[in-house]
């Protein structure tokens, strides 16, 4: 079965650093990209970022750019978000999914909250 | 940046009913690459629909999906209990975009 869980959502403070863990199963990980997609409490669901297969690609909304780093551990079949200098609109509900650019968003992480809260 | 704009924002349905969702998008694009998420209270996103009209995986037949160009629908032919949630389309080419989404709601 594939399987996506996300960790790593925690309640931080304006300015401060997250870092979210997905970790993949069920499926050959190294083999298709990913995506990190977000949804504010009440609100609907926007696109964060995304990394190709092999790592070497990435995108970034522009609300996150210069601030939130994609990466990948293929060996460990695991995706990261770095989130820094993070601001209060950046409370939102996170959720990892198995593909990208060009790849429908067919299966989805039940997602980790990140609370951007004084 | 290609926007996609959904209507009407909530529906009131009764089951039994067919639900008719509508996704605009503000330039072409290819129907490849446009998709129908459904999501209820607390959960995750899952996937209905992609390539503009094929069903995903265990989606019952009920569901489908049209369109080409900037103007998409997904249609429910008759509406189960279950059916009654928040709806999204998206595009995935160049780049990835979200409509605002569509609640189904019970009437």
């Known amino acids: 079965e594939v399987q996506l869980l996300e960790s790593g959502g925690a309640l931080v403070q304006p300015g401060g650093s997250l870092r979210l863990s997905c970790a993949a199963s069920?499926?050959?990980?190294?083999?298709?990209?990913m995506t990190w997609v977000r949804q504010a409490p009440g609100k609907g669901l926007e696109w964060v970022s995304h990394?190709?297969?092999?790592?070497?690609?990435?995108n970034y909304a522009d609300s996150v750019k210069g601030r939130f780093t994609i990466s990948r551990d293929n060996s460990k079949s695991t995706l990261f978000l770095q989130m820094n200098s993070l601001r209060t609109e950046d409370t939102a509900v996170y959720y990892c999914?198995?593909?990208?650019?060009?790849?429908?968003?067919?299966?989805w992480g039940q997602g980790t909250l990140a609370t951007v809260s004084s | 940046e290609i926007v996609l704009t959904q209507s009407p924002g909530t529906l009131s349905l009764s089951p039994g009913e067919r639900a008719t969702l509508s996704c605009r998008a503000s330039?072409?694009?290819?129907?490849?690459?446009l998709a129908w998420y459904q999501q209820k209270p607390g959960q995750a996103p899952r996937l209905l629909i992609y390539?503009?009209?094929s069903r995903a995986t265990g989606i019952p037949d009920r569901f489908s999906g049209s369109g080409s160009g900037t103007d998409f629908t997904l249609t429910i032919s008759r509406l189960e209990p279950e059916d009654f949630a928040v709806y999204y389309c998206?595009?995935?080419?160049?780049?990835?975009?979200f409509g605002g989404g569509t609640k189904v709601e019970i009437k």
């Open positions: 998206q595009q995935y080419g160049s780049s990835l975009t």
């Open positions: 330039q072409s694009i290819s129907s490849s690459y």
């Open positions: 069920g499926f050959t990980f190294r083999s298709y990209a």
């Open positions: 999914a198995k593909g990208g650019f060009w790849e429908v968003l067919r299966v």
């Open positions: 990394i190709t297969a092999s790592g070497g690609n990435t």
């Open positions: 390539g503009a009209s």
